[in-house]
């Protein structure tokens, strides 16, 4: 993280979340963005333990199950086990004195805990539970526990006591900020938007976008696990219909590997990259350089790609659809969800026209990165947020202490 801390007094904060930043690979990779984001700028953030406490044995056994297991069910068990684990956690933090407990994601590690009174409680995730299952997001995913569905009542129950209890809510898009207040009866001065960033060292400066026309190559990409999910089916008619029309679209695919079905010799594809390999990172910023957009109609919470492709100028065409951060006409285009091929060819067609409303396109995305998505932009207005209800606590705090859950 490049930008500099603030100057005024340093917090204390306790950050919790049910994986350790030190995993790169977790939450892909949000989880260790944000815990650095908020020690450059705050001061001391101490990583709260992930273990649970009397219940440890619990945690381990299911550590020894399939992923797939572990993934669905062990949120759930640990929201279960809450009132054991947070005795523990809430012990510990009371010695510890902390100014804030920030939460990330895992929603379910601030369930039933005790705080200080001048602690402040502070959270962030791309999405929640309930928010998520009731959402176009959710329903293209379904479910593979069908008798977690039962367990849905509860798991609102708990998501309102501890949303309402929270200080400061961070959501990173006006779609879960909105379904948020909506769901859980949020106040709008506690649930606050403020954007992520991206997954990746951006480039200080950027050459001259790349030169677009229907006598010039177009490269098209897709970054991102799941082929499907990604939207990489469509992305990949949208280059043969292009093609038909006589462009030159090829299209190079980073993060997972397409059907046959879905491979030409114009389809380029990494199945993986590691960025922390310079070789494989090399290969990764080339492709943000050299793309004419980001063509991914995906179904998600968010999608730090978009925030990436604004750090290389590489406007991105998607769907609207879930928490995305394209800002229709000002680092893409965020079609309607029914959009298809030809809505996306037509897209893309008109910007070959119009090489100088590209131009004005990919300097707008880099803008949109510079002042929206990006780490800093982010921590800035957290710390800020912090700072004062911090403040304002520290002016009115209680004599006793208050169950987290309980707050309102």
Sequence with gaps: ?????????????????????????????????????????????????????????????????????????????????APVIARGLSELIARERYDVVFGAYSFHSLAHLRLPPSTVLAFTSDATPTTYRESKVGAAFGSYLGLS????????RQEIRVFRSADLLFWPSDWLNDAARRRYGLDPERSRTVPWGANIQAPATLPEPPAIGRDLPLRLLVIGRDWVAKGGPVAFEVMQALRARGVDARLTVIGTTPPDAHRTEHVTVHSYLKKSNPEELAIFEAALHDAHFLLQPSVESYGFAFCEASAYGLPS???????????????????????????????????????????????????????????????????????RKVAERAGAAPSAERPASSRT
Excluded at 20 to 40: E, H, K
Excluded at 318 to 324: A, E, L, T
Aim: hydrophobic residues 40%; glycine residues 8%.
């Design 317 to 387: 065409l998607c769907r609207k659809v879930g928490g995305i951060p394209v800002t229709d006409g000002v680092n893409g285009h965020a079609l309607p969800p029914g959009a298809g091929v030809e809505d996306f060819a037509a897209q893309i067609v008109h910007y070959l026209d119009d090489p100088a409303a590209y131009r004005e396109l990919s300097l707008r995305s880099r803008r949109e990165y510079e002042t929206r998505l990006n780490w800093d932009a982010w921590a800035r207005t957290v710390t800020d947020a912090l700072r």
């Design 149 to 156: 569905r039962h367990l849905d009542p509860w798991i609102l």
């Design 1 to 81: 993280m490049a930008g500099p801390r603030d100057e005024a007094r340093e917090l204390r904060i306790g950050y919790l979340c049910d994986h350790d930043p030190a995993d790169r690979g977790a939450y892909s990779g949000g989880n260790t963005r944000i815990y650095d984001a908020l020690r450059a700028h705050v001061g001391q953030v101490d990583v709260l333990p992930q273990h649970w406490f009397a219940a440890e044995p619990v945690r381990r056994a299911i550590r020894a199950t399939p992923y797939r297991i572990q993934l669905r069910a062990g949120w759930r068990l640990q929201l279960a086990l």
